[in-house]
Structure formats: C-alpha cells, structure tokens
C-alpha cells in the first residue's frame, strides 16, 4: 500500500502513518520525494486492509493499493488451472463446455422438448430456472417447486447434469438436492448471506458477474465462497451495464484474457443476456470460445415465440444446432474441442 | 406499447401481431407508413408486459414500451406526495429530515458518543450498521446481534428512532424489533426475496439505488415493496458507478426531479458514500437540499481516524454541526426547514 | 416516431401536434388508449427530425423515434456490403485484413523494422501516426511533417499501403498525398469539421468509434462522410469507456453483429487501444475474427521497451507473427481467409 | 511513480527499472517487502511522464501514478483562485455569473427578444451559437457567419457581451473578433488543434466538459490552452454519459468540490445540456449554485416552441425570471450574490 503525504506534511503527520502502520504490526519504508514524501506500508495482507485505515489520516493526499484485494480466487495463490467436475465433465480442461436450455422451466412438455434439442445439438448441460428474479413483481417468477421438480425429473430421465439458480440463502440446501450446479445470478452476485451459505455448501456453483462489478469485485466475491471451502466454483461473464443500447448488456470479452492471467477459477460466458437479442448470440459465442473461455452458457427454448421469459435472446433448437456446428472448428483452432 | 414491423413484412406478419394482441384481450391500432407498418398496442396494463411477447414475432424490428413497468410507485397512480411517519417525524413534508451517524456500530462508547453529537447538532435520526456487507469476506462484517441491541439501548435512552440495513430477507422479523427504519442497502435493491419479505412487513424502509440501476428499475423495485403492502417506502439516492473515479460513485442529482416529477415516494439522498471522502460531502449534501430532496442521510463517526469502515467518507461532529448550520438558510431558501 | 400524450391531455393540446405534423408535411395516425392518446407521425424522413419538435408541445409525455437517424450508412439505403478497395485490397471481402505498425512514426530505423516485420508477419497496410493526438501538451505529439515523409518512403520502398491519422480540418489535403487512408481518431469521430472535409476527400477513411459513442451516433457521424460523397468509408471500433478498469477501454464485441445488421459498411476492430496491455492483445484480436470484423489494426512495434508512445500495448515482432498464426484457422472456421 | 515487480521478479529485472530511472535522471528508491519488491521513482516531473515507461519492463506487474498529469490547471501550481474578467464581469469570484440565452442564433428578431428577456431577468452574459455541431449531416447547423453578425449587432445594440462556440481552428480569429468569450463544446474537448489555437489566442475561453472525460482528462486539456499562454480559461461541467436515460446526460455535481479542491480554475456548469427537460432545469441549477460553482449557462428561448435546436432543454423567458429569483436566497447561503 502506497500513502502519499500531502506536499508540505509535517513530520508528525508522516510519523502518525509511521505508527499506524506499526500498530497494525506492517512495514514502512520512507521516500523522500523532492515534492512529497511518500510511505510505502509493507506486508503480505496489506490486500485485504482497506485503504481508509491511512486515508483518514491528517496529511494523507491519497492511498494507492499495491496488493489485491482478492486472495484465494488469485493466481498468486493457486498457480494451476482450476478445474470443476460435474458428473464427470470437467469445465477447465480442454472441452468447452456447453450449457444450455430455457431462461425458466414453464412445463414437462416444454423442458423436455428443450433437453432433446439441447442434447442432441452438442450441450452436455441442462440449464433451467425455477426460481426467477425480475424486475417487477407483476412478471412471471418461475414455477419455483414445482420447477425444481420437473428440473430432477428431466435430469434422471435424460442422464444429464442440470444447473439452476437459487436466490435465497435458505434455499441453498434445498435446490441443491435437486440440481448439480447452483447458479448466482448477476444481482446476487454480492448478495454475501447467499455467498456465505453457497460456501458451505459442496455443490458446484457458477458466480455470475454483476451488472457494474469490476473484475477485481468479482473475485473478491469469489473468495466469500472459496473461504467458506467450496471450491467448485466457476465464474461466468454476462455483460455489463454501460451506455451502448443496442444490445442488452455490453459483453466484456476483455474479462476472458484478464480473468485467465489473475486468476485460476474456469470461467464460462452467457452471451445471451448481453446480446438480448437471439440474431447476435451466434457472433458473440463465436467470440467466447476464441478468446478462451471454457464454456458457454445459452438460452434456448424450443418455442422462442410462446417463451415466458427473454424469448426474444433465446435460440431455437434449429439455431442452436447450427451454432455448435459452427463453433467447433473455432474450437479446435484455439486447441479445444465441444 | 409500438411494435415496429421491418421494411416489407408481409401481411401475415402483420396478422400474427395483431392476433397475439387481441389473445392478451389487448386493442391494436395500424398505422400504415410509407415505409413500415407500425402496431400500436392498447391497454391499460402495457406497462407490466415484457416487449418480448411481441419482439419475437417474425417480421418485427422494436418494440417500444410507452407505459412505465412500475406502476404502484408512479405519480399516476397515486397523485399526491406521500408521506412516511416514523415517531412523530414526517418524511416527505416540509422537514428537511436527517438521519445521520456511523457507518458501522462498533461498540457503546462510539455508539453514545455519535448520537450525542449527530442529535445536538440537529439530526432526528440515528443511523448506524450491525449487518454489514462488505466486498471481502476477510473485512470487519459488522457486530451483528450485538449492534443490533446496542442500537436499541441508545435508541431507548436517547428517544432517537433508528435506521439499520438488513441484508438476509429471514432477518427481517428480527431487525424490525430493533431498528424504526428498515434499509435496503444498494446492493440488495434487487433481492426480490428481501424486498418481499419487507413488503410483509409494517416497518418503514428505505430503499437504496442500486449501483447501476435506473430510476426506472428503482422504482420497479420500489413496487415488490409496495405490492407486498407496505407503504411506508422512502427512497435513496446514493451515487451510481461510472467511468469517473474522482468521487467513490457519481452522485445522480438530477434523479431528485426526475423520482419528483414521475414518483409519489418521498426521496433521501446518502452523499457520504457518493463522495467517499469527508472533504467532498458538504458541497454535495448543500446541492442535494437546494434540489429538493426530503432529506439526507450522512454519515458522522466520533472520530473517524479509528472508524473500522468508512472513516474516509465520515464527517466529524464538529463537521457536521457546521454543515447543518450552513444547510439551514439553503432549506429556508426552497420554503424547507430542518 | 410515437408522440405519447400525457394522461388528461386535452383536445386542443393533441391537435396541436397534428397540425405541427402538417405544416412538416407528415401523415398523422390516432391512437386513443384507455388511458392516454398516442399520435403516431408518419413520413420517410422522420428519422432525421428531432424529437424536439413535438415533444416541446403542451401535453405531450414523451416522443420516441421509429425510424433511425442515419441514413446513408443504414443497411436499408443500401442492401449488399460496401467493399472499399485499396491498392487492390478490398475491405469488407473474404479477405480479414491486417492493418499493423506503430502508434507512432519515430524515426527512419524504426519505421522500416516495423514495416519488415508486419510485412513478412501477413499484414498488408502499414499504419503509423504523423499527428499524435496526446491528453497533455507536455508529451511527445508526433513527427507531423517529417513523420508524414517517413511513411511515404516507406510505402514506396516496401510496396505497401499506409494508414495515418489526421487531426485538423486543413490537414485533409496534405494528408491525402502521403497516406493511402486517412484515420479519424476516436476523440475526433463527431469533428464535423474534420468529418465534412473528409467527405469532400476521394481517400478512403478509416472512422473510429467515439469513446462514448452509442452505435447509432456512430453510424450518424458516417453520415457526414458519406454525405459529402466520399463512400469509401471503413468503421473501426475500440472499445468504449466503461467502468472497468482492467483493460484499458471496453471492447464492445456486440457492435460488430450490430454493425453487420443494421449497416452496409465495412468494419474493423483495434484491440490494441481496448486492451491496453500487449498481454491482453491475442485473445481479443481473436474474439473479433471469430464474430466476424472485416479487418484488425494492431500496434506492433519493433522494440516495445523503446516506443515514445504506448509501448504497453504494443505486439513486438514475434508476437505479431505468432498471432497472425493463431488467427488463420479462426480466420477460415468463419469461412474467411487472412 | 510507484513501479511495483511481479512476484519472484529477478534482480536484473529490477536493476532495468532502476536505470532506466536513472537515464530520465529521476530519483528511485527501492522497497522490498515481503512479497514483492516496489521501486518509487522520485522526481518533480513524473506527473507527465507516461506509466508506460516503466510498465514495458520486464518484471514489472503494474505502475501507478502519484503526481497528477496535469501541471498548470492545479492548484500545486497556483494556490489562489483565478479570476476571468470579460468587460468588467468577474467569473470566479463572489457574484454568480449568469450566462444565458438560446442554443442557436435564428434570426435578428429571435435574439432580440431573447437577450432583453435574459438581460432583464438577470444575466450578464448572452450566450448563441452560430456554429452547432450537430450528431447528423441533415439538421440545422447553425447561421455560421450570418449568426456572427447578429450576435455583434446584439452585444453592440444592448451592451452585453456574449458568448459564442467555435468548432474549427481556423475559425479562432474571425470568432474572437465577434465574441467576448469562445466557447470549446464537449465534443472537442480534446481537439487538440482547436485548443492550441486558442491558447494562442487572448480570448477568454470556456471549456466543456467532454461527454466521457473525467476530472483529470479535462485538466489536463486545459493545460493545452494554459501552455499556450492564455490563462483566461473557465472550465464547465455539463453532465457526463451514462447508463440512466431519464435525464439527457447525468450532471456530474460532485465535479464541482472535486474542481475546487484540485484546481484553481473558474467552474460554470451547464444545466440544460445535462438536463434535456426545462422541467428539470431550475431544481438542478440551484444545486449547482448550493453546491459552490461559479456561474450557470442557461439555455433560453423567446419561444421554445419554435426552437430550431433543443427547444425541449430550453427555459421561457417567464421559467427563467422564476429561476432567478430563486436562486437568489441559496446564493445568498452560500455567501454569493447574483
């Protein structure tokens, strides 16, 4: 952590830092600047300290922090390559992993319609929400229970994984009965009693990227479920809010190579919800899995035109097929396969 | 709602539109352009249906929603200004109401010394947090139950009503025991399941803007407090996220006409955690009175040097006190008064 | 476009607005909903008139525009892409074309090391800056004329077209004898006096994306290029400002399916400014070649430690070529060709 | 400049930063700590220098900047507040100033009537334009010469000077000659030809915002104007792009004690741009005034109505008088007059 003083700070301002940093049991190194001095606060924590603790103090111009905050989602703390295994798939290795289906489970016809199509087309996931969180309490919010339960029954039926979203930390223990990845959404993504009660948990969960968190809160928001000693974790990026309005969210596909070099967690993208629309999903998954992330995650409805929720970004089984088809030698250009 | 149809949709396209419209018991109104046909939807309730139903037919280019998808929090709903009591003290009448103290209640001593400080100086509302969501599982998390009768003990002997965040919609019952003034902390403006446990609740609430959340989500998210009952809302601005880091969030003054001009909720504005350091705030609270904001919410910490959260953005007392003074002839001069 | 009427208004108020749509010489449509009437303006040219002129009208709520306000960089002006040839390399054809060199000229050496090492890596144009648009007056603003005399004996020498930037209205002229095509920098794309001359040019020209430009502003400030009657237009986007902070600006990768629905015009794609950090470079550049740009600009440098301007996210020579490698299957799994 | 070494960075690698600090003769002091070592590079210049000096070294995982980029703007470098005097009117010490009048200059008889309206209810300074810059080829773009001359006529026939845009840098002259104060729109706030002709210049200059600049990007662009040796510069906020579209631009308030704090620079701020509504005007101008500005430019039309540019933002003449009669007691508060 960097503190410089003020030009013109006195020594006993310096030395108030000076102590401060000893009482924290830190080290301190001096530079004289020919303007200002600087304070150079040494330590291996000194990432999780806020910046404050020196910023309050009289003669303080500004706190700069060397160190992240984030710790066990780094990769200065894992060097390795994460991986997470769902029933044998591994999401992290060398196959992209798909995974997709409807945004909500509307009914047995629906849900089955959907994991035939998705199956067949290359997913090897089903995805499929129960429980929905929208914008207005006067919008369709899932078919909660009674999802989950057509969620289990297609799983057993079909011999496929299947990932859905909880929203309530006392639900945790329950919809991970039924599922075998949990989902965080975008608006939870620090909603730290979900975070806290999902790191207790040993299912496998996928962190969605909030709506306007930087990377760095990302993963400092990871670390709430790694502390807890869930380590089956994977982050997925959906875009961000910014002032473009042509599509839903703004993907930041620059998150993929930023993610890959500061941390060691699998990272998958859901280019639906930032596309927003179901004609610019196919470049922007095409963009996914050349910039290196391991997997997808995609809205398909086998009847976009009568979906309940986000039709108009879900692909139909035809597109979606066609769209495996096409990302595969893309795949494999980059040294993975589908 | 105006479903525009691209250059050359055919007649049938048309047809699926209208047809879809008439199934929703929807009026539809042609109009035939030169160069596009454009549907125009009728009815009463637009506002609450997603463009989607439309958006997804084939042949159509937009969608645009004329309704707003609140409707509960919406000035044509219910035209006159609400007020929100809390002991005696009305928020959203002429009182500039402010509630102010420390980000976190840390023990007895700070918590006394606050409420003595913020009270002389004229606040009638104490803040102050026991739950406390932070972006690092490794950062101080607040005293929780302890800070929660702690509160209670300085209320009781101080006849202050208090305000303290809840942040797990199971802690609701609990914290209403404790606290007059529930709050809705910016990341949790769209815990649909918080939300809807308060809406359950008698207790009045404030609810925060979300860090990327427009007024037009805010107040959609105002409405799950509403529909559930509860009506006793008071809104918050707080700063949204953009691209400026000169301040911790950039405070959105011009959301205090707008919330007036479409929204019946009385509104508060927070420009601690907007500005993030104390140097900054005063100018912001002055602005946010002169804009005609129902009151402010401000954080003042004993002695910031020491504060465990936030110090940076916390006013001294004798800060404060002065602040308040100079707010006075601002309120006189928009017919308020503190 | 759509004039909403505020609920209540009154006849006299709504025929107002028609006869202001009549003396414009523009069809009218009524729409009177439950609650509120609709005016819907008919008329060709309704996307290049402001909003401004009904929604200024007593009683109206809110006007909305159908029709887009560009015009002739709309895919609806003109059907098939735009093909802009240069020197016999077309853009916006099968072919993905390589644009690559410096940020900026700085001497005879380096120049030529950067033209070899493209060259022989597969790019075709050889881009490097005269005029440096820099933040602050106090850093390096380019060779200006000699730098332009540089790159013109380069592109003799070594047989390649070269792409350079101009930052002044009265530059146009000049610049057009040295550089095969003319760059408007991002902090230039809505200098309509820059833009006016250019269109006035027969250069091709190479327009960037604002820093905060919406798509729909950026296909309009096309316009003025295209208006003056200079088509051989090529887009180029480069990340837009947003609140993230880890790369330097963020990629938009959904403009390019944007561009490519709702514009005839040819595309390419900067990583190098998005990142911002050389190590970021590949996997966007491959991300952009996979959802389907015509074309990359890339800064590469022959000694990246030595550059007088953003060294950081320069490619050195091996990099370049590495990645020219990597991009050629991608390349072919879109069905194109490098 | 703190230059901070990855993990396990070899000794080499650190003697490569240290020299080449020493080769820009620039102090270095070096601190190990326990995880990595961070080299301070000591130096009065270092605000100017580019981070990516360093950065490009190998080893080096990030560099932080201390020293601000801009030099003349701060208030390091002038402690007292400046003053810009325009015929005797003083912008930036206790009166606020008041600039107002119409966005573009229509006809003799449009701003005839607007500045007696505007002079009578209480503004110094007439502002029009005669060059717009507009987002599309097809509006309005202003009288241009013809606009000129009516502004001179009008300054001479009612004794008050004005303020008027310029867009091209070869037009500085000929304005100067008309205008008592040129105007830089946001859109050029870093067209750094324009800036450098103005500096030339001994016009008093008012400096927009750019739409996406922060704080530090606009100081720095007036450091062009300052180095040019003008020192007649009056910076104005104006509202910043965002993702909320309920206001036209989002008026950044906190700019205004963020100004003050770190320059010594006049501020004016622009309402009506960020406003886009003249509902929305008066409640943000008197925050600014509350919050410390300097002066406000105000659009004003004699007929809004039949504004040929954003008529929407514009006050009437009666909406005007109203304002300034209330702002009157809050700069009265604030210990200003007008």
Not at 56 to 74: C, D, F, H, N, S
Not at 131 to 138: A, H, L, V
Request: glycine residues 8%; hydrophobic residues 45%.
């Amino acid at each position: 952590m960097i503190v410089e003083m003020r030009t013109g700070a006195s020594k006993r301002e310096i030395d108030e830092v000076v102590q401060r940093a000893k009482s924290l049991e830190l080290g301190v190194q001096l530079n004289e600047g020919t303007d200002k001095t600087v304070v150079a606060i040494l330590g291996s924590n000194t990432g999780q300290l806020a910046t404050d603790v020196f910023a309050v103090l009289p003669g303080v111009e500004q706190v700069t922090r060397i160190m992240k905050p984030y710790k066990l989602a780094a990769r200065e703390f894992k060097g390795e390559d994460s991986i997470v295994s769902v029933d044998g798939i591994e999401i992290g290795g060398r196959r992209i992993v798909l995974m997709a289906g409807p945004c909500a489970v509307e009914s047995e016809a629906q849900i089955t319609a959907a994991v035939k199509a998705v199956k067949e087309a290359g997913a090897c996931i089903l995805r499929g929400g129960a429980f929905k969180p929208r914008s207005s309490p006067f919008s369709f919010q899932g078919l909660e229970d009674a999802g989950l339960a057509l969620l289990l029954q297609t799983r057993e039926q079909f011999g496929i994984p299947v990932i859905t979203e909880v929203v309530d930390p006392h639900d945790v223990e329950k919809v991970s009965k039924y599922a075998d990845i949990l989902q965080v959404g975008a608006r939870n993504m620090q909603n730290f009693p979900l975070l806290t009660e999902i790191g207790k948990s040993k299912r496998p969960v996928v962190l969605k990227r909030g709506l306007s968190a930087t990377v760095t809160e990302w993963l400092t928001a990871a670390d709430y479920v790694l502390a807890g000693g869930n380590e089956q974790l994977i982050l997925c990026e959906r875009g961000v809010r910014s002032f473009e309005d042509s599509t839903r969210f703004s993907l930041d596909i620059g998150s993929i190579p930023v993610i890959k070099k500061f941390s060691h967690l699998p990272l998958i993208v859901d280019p639906s919800h930032a596309a927003g629309h179901y004609s610019l999903v196919p470049a922007m998954a095409k963009a996914v899995v050349a910039a290196g992330a391991d997997g997808l995650l995609i809205e398909v409805h086998p009847n976009p035109k009568e979906a309940l929720v986000d039709g108009l970004q879900s692909l139909s089984p035809s597109d979606f097929t066609r769209l495996v088809g096409e990302l595969r030698p893309i795949a494999k250009s980059v040294g993975r396969y589908i």
